[in-house]
Nanobody
Framework: QVQLVESGGGLVQAGGSLRLSCAAS????????LGWYRQAPGKQRELVAE???????NYRDSVKGRFTISRDNAKNTVYLQMNSLKPEDTAVYYC???????????WGKGTLVTVSS
């Protein structure tokens, strides 16, 4: 089992920045990809960004150039730096862990990000 605990959500004005963190614990050696998904009210959950143990990246198009995912393998922590935030970025952001791209075995409980216009 892998446990994921997110932090760093909150309320920010459009154009502002937030940094999300996610600490992973448990059977970490089985996890290759850490990532972030989000779910806005009334919408389906969607991928935001993923990163492999080796540092390969995968972003959804709408966040490219604004969001940066990174990980500290020694600390088993993944980060999401979000800049130039837009109201449409408002969502609950979930930390994820799994064996490959778009393969999620574990979910965090989520942290709410609200971007005001």
């Amino acid at each position: 089992q892998v446990q994921l605990v997110e932090s760093g959500g909150g309320l920010v004005q459009a154009g502002g920045s937030l940094r999300l963190s996610c600490a992973a614990s448990g059977v970490i050696f089985r996890v290759n990809v850490l990532g972030w998904y989000r779910q806005a009210p009334g919408k389906q959950r969607e991928l935001v960004a993923e990163i492999t143990t080796g540092g390969r990246l995968n972003y959804r198009d709408s966040v490219k150039g604004r969001f940066t995912i990174s990980r500290d393998n020694a600390k088993n922590t993944v980060y999401l730096q979000m800049n130039s935030l837009k109201p449409e970025d408002t969502a609950v952001y979930y930390c994820t862990a799994g064996p490959g791209w778009y393969q999620v075995d574990y979910w965090g409980k989520g942290t709410l990000v609200t971007v005001s216009s």
